[in-house]
């Protein structure tokens, strides 16, 4: 698919892109796989807004994905690639050999009519092909990567995504991420073979604001624009600097950068080596 660029009639459309959805099935619907998604409008069960900016945006239904890919040796053919409002990426309808249908992600440049499988052995090195990390060739492209065998996908699923597979020693495989991070995983752990699509996604220019309201994103004030009993940016006269030395949240706590994982999680033995441009933990 490729980027599709609007001719410049108005301010918004001056700066809007969306990806050329030619490729993309529209009338491929399975009922079954599909459920109502309730708008929180980022509230928690006790209605206190725990998320902020959320709210309003189109009405939409969650596809029922499959990220354990636990039917295996019965090969699927890939009958629709279809648009997921609630991920980057796209999203293939596979009819297997029994008649049962499920989503998975899709692969790149997987088209339809495809057959894809997955296995407990080695199988083919294909686009679409799910087995265990020990089967798969060292120097792949990886992606909906499991962390606990039998657990599902966790990691690399967004659009474009994908992993390399550097080397299987022992009981673990060596993963290297998209962020760079070599870490350490399971080799009984399922991946798919391949990189996600849409890859174009990351190039989108959403344009104007109208277009965030309708993905339920609601508007953002500067906290430098708020008073000091709103905001620790707050107060002053005029446009002014923040006034301290780092940026804070609503809350104090230090934000623009800062890293948020855990120290001494117990998972931190695995990770061989951290991300390039780590920030110095607070």
Known sequence: MAIKIYKPISNARRQMSTVDGSGIDKKAKVRKLR???KNTGGRNSQGRISVRHRGGGAKRQVRIVDFKRDKFDVPAKITSVEYDPNRSANIALLNYADGDKRYILAPANLKKGEEVLSSRKRIEIKPGNSMPLEYITVGSLIHNIELTPGKGAEIVRSAGGWAKLMAVEGKYAQIKLPSSEIRLVPKQCLATIGQVSNPEHIRIK??????????????????????????????????????????KTPWGKPAFGVMTRKKNRTSDRLIISRRKNKKKRN
């Open 35 to 37: 459920k109502a998604k």
């Open 206 to 247: 959403i344009g104007k604001a109208g277009r965030k309201r309708h993905m339920g994103i609601r508007p953002t004030v500067r906290g430098k624009s708020m008073n000091p009993v709103d905001h620790p940016h707050g107060g002053g006269e005029g446009g002014c600097p923040i006034g301290m030395k780092h940026p």
